[in-house]
């Protein structure tokens, strides 16, 4: 049981600090800060491995790496291009992290029990949704109760968690791999921002019943477009295609971006992430980022941010 909570916990925040967005539970469908990215960023990088952007300050530069968050397990990718930039780096920006802090256990126990189901999960879904959900839940398990004494919103989590593991997908790299060759050549890992958990299960605590079906839908979508999909954006990341990259199905992120208060984290992320840099730009030298790559590309991303700002960027087919 602890240990099924503590993946919903895991997935859902890292579904949140990905890049999701949502509003109240009242309002209209929200708008996803991160739905359109701007296509003139959507480029092949001339260099071999992922792509990277440059940004410029007059005594300054950044390199920032735009991350898929996850990739297959085992999958090879350059990072001889990290390393260099990683050479007498300032400080290395990772993405913002979320801090869960010994008092938080109780309460986030407590929540919870609001993402349980008395009956049966499925007996609460429209014909369309609950066949599929049928169908899906023999994809990924033989256990014919499995995911039913959890709401349509964690149920569908936990389905899309079970299918990335399934899918052997690796939620720690690429980030893994760079704090590691940052470690070893001792520079700084900063995060652009350190969040609290328990507000965020809040906001979901109070979007079940209207997020709940919409997100078991996207979740099916995403188990239902396959693993082949996962693999290729996967590839096309790790080759700087970011066209490729951008490819896999973001059903958990569309999910996510049904919840309250959701547009308020990602906006968070992008302002956090945005300042970070800039600070870093600030000091003679340089430094290296990671930034989520649709948080980076998004129209009013990070790196149009920058560019408002008057910095110079440089993209990675130049």
């Known amino acids: 049981m602890i240990d099924r909570m503590a993946r919903v916990r895991r997935g859902f925040v890292a579904g949140l600090l990905a890049g999701l967005t949502a509003s109240s539970a009242l309002a209209a469908p929200p708008v996803d800060p991160e739905g359109a990215v701007v296509q003139e960023l959507v480029v092949t990088a001339k260099i071999r491995g992922p792509a990277w952007w440059r940004v410029s300050s007059s005594t300054s530069t950044v390199y920032i790496l735009g991350s898929p968050g996850a990739l297959p397990k085992g999958l090879k990718w350059d990072s ?57 839940r023999a994809k990924l398990t033989s256990d014919p109760r499995a995911y039913s004494s959890w709401t349509p919103l964690a149920a569908g989590l936990l389905m899309v968690a079970d299918f990335r593991k399934q899918a052997k997908l690796d939620l720690s790299e690429p980030q893994a791999t760079i704090d590691r060759l940052a470690r070893n050549k001792g520079v700084k890992i900063v995060p652009a921002g350190i969040y609290k958990a328990v507000p ?100 009013n991303g990070v790196l149009q941010r920058l560019k408002a700002q008057g910095f110079k960027v440089v993209t990675p087919d130049q």
């Not at 300032?90 to 802090?101: Q, Y």
């Not at 008092?103 to 599929?132: C, V, W, Y």
């Not at 919840?259 to 290296?288: F, Y």
Request: charged fraction near 20%; charge should be neutral.
């Open 200 to 299: 965020v299960f809040r906001a979901a605590e109070t979007g079940l019943a209207i997020s709940g079906p919409a997100c078991m839908a996207d979740a099916l979508d995403e188990v239902e477009a396959g693993s082949e999909r996962i693999r290729a954006a996967g590839e096309g990341w790790a080759r700087g295609d970011v066209g490729a990259a951008l490819s896999a199905q973001r059903g958990y992120e569309k999910c996510v971006n049904s919840l309250p208060e959701g547009a308020d984290v990602i906006t968070r992320s992008m302002n956090d992430s945005t300042a970070t840099i800039i600070q870093a730009l600030g000091k003679p030298g340089h430094s290296v980022a990671v930034v989520n790559l649709r948080t980076l590309l998004a129209q």
């Open 80 to 136: 001889s291009a990290t390393a260099r930039h990683l050479d007498g780096a300032n400080e290395l920006i990772g993405p913002p992290r979320v801090s869960v802090g010994l008092g938080d256990i109780f309460t986030l126990i407590n929540i919870r029990r609001h993402f349980r189901s008395k009956a049966p999960m499925e007996n609460s879904l429209q014909p369309a949704l609950r066949a599929r959900f049928l169908t899906d």
